[in-house]
């Protein structure tokens, strides 16, 4: 990953390395709700913030331009507003 940036390099890259941990333990051909369920362990154990399985609505200038659940949203206790621009009932993590 040398070289590259990432808007949150430092929780990006880790994010990246627990990712690729699991694909290791695991291998690939598993359902998705596997590797979903093994990244929220992984989560927690990096105690890195994170919510399940949002429905966001997202807003482009204060209207919404498309809706969708989002996997893992982190929260802003993760140290920052890394879901800028979404919005949901249960988070609340759109910009004013």
Not at 34 to 47: D, F, T
Not at 62 to 72: A, N, R, S
């Amino acid at each position: 990953m040398e070289g590259k940036k990432f808007l949150y390099g430092g929780l990006s890259e880790k994010i990246i390395s627990l990712v690729y941990k699991i694909y290791h333990e695991l291998g690939y051909g598993h359902p998705e709700k596997v590797y979903q369920e093994s990244l929220a362990i992984e989560l927690k154990k990096a105690k890195i913030d994170f919510k399940r399985e949002c429905y966001a609505k997202i807003l482009y200038d204060g209207e919404i331009v498309g809706k969708y659940f989002l996997d893992y949203p982190l929260t802003t206790a993760s140290g920052g507003d890394y879901a800028k621009g979404y919005t949901s009932d249960s988070i609340k993590i759109a910009p004013a």
